[in-house]
């Protein structure tokens, strides 16, 4: 098969990719926007919110459940169900036009890849919009602790952090001035919050808020002294982060060497793999290699992973 036939299977196989993708974002926000009409509305179910309910049932439960608060976590508003079915089609459409490209091993690796990949990008994700949220909880409390102090309730609070802090605080606080304008309690909304983005500060400015707000007690002055000790805390987790950073980078930096030099060897000298995986001992010194870079990298990840 010729270069330019295999470029444009491969730019087919991208754009397939990149379409499925897009049809699911477009999906999601649709139904997102077509149940807050709704709510606001009063009006009967159509089949669009036929679709979308049974979209929210099978989103609750099992897998669907699990993928759904990752999702959430990571801050889109992807549907669960819509998720699975582009991530199908991908595959499908990878097996497919990955066979052309680079035979059907690889692409029946490469397909079955995809999943674990998108899971990984979707904890990645979740995890940096965690930080983020965290290093701007000691603002959140600081502006909620304010209002407080001012004579609004909370919910206004709230309210007023989310129209003045930036992403993802200023997001996560509009959804729960959604929540409480739907009629939810103070505690489920707060809760939920703790479910999306689940971390110690985090838990400690909610359980503070709804435990003052339950008995009375002073909210303002402890969101004082919590926003002094998460700041505290933001500073002490950007110092054991700059230390772990080089120490890190050395272990991944060793990883990525000894890949790098197992593709140049097979470069300058063509068949190298193909000639090791061959034979049956080749074959244990591939598998064990691989075993033993797979090892490495969850090894760098323990130890790069210290919680403050």
Known sequence: MSMIV??????????????????????GEFARRRELWVLAQGEQVTGAQRLARLDRRLSGKGPFAALGRRIAAAGLGWSPVTVVLGVLAAMAVMLVVGKFLVGYIASTVLALLLPAAGLQWLSR??????????????ELARIIANGNSAGLSVGRCVAMAGRELSEPAGGEMLRVAAHLDLGWSLDQALHALAERLPSREINVLVRTIVIQSRTGGA??????????????????????RTVILGSAMSGYAVMIIGAAAIIL?????PGMLDNLAGSI??????????ALFLI?????????????
């Not at 994700?125 to 000691?138: G, N, S, V, Y």
């Open 265 to 269: 060897l097979n470069v300058f000298k």
């Open 6 to 27: 295999r470029l444009i299977l491969l730019m087919l196989l991208v754009s397939l990719v990149l379409g499925v993708w897009s049809v699911n974002v477009l999906l």
């Open 219 to 240: 909210l303002t002055d402890a969101l004082t002294e919590i926003s002094q000790t998460l700041e505290d805390r933001k500073e002490l987790r950007r110092e054991v």
């Open 125 to 138: 994700k979740a995890a940096r919009r965690r930080e983020d949220f965290t290093a701007q909880l000691p």
């Open 296 to 308: 490495g990298g969850v090894l760098m990840r323990v130890v790069s992973r210290v919680e403050v």
């Open 281 to 290: 001992p080749g074959r244990i010194i591939l598998v064990v290699s691989l």
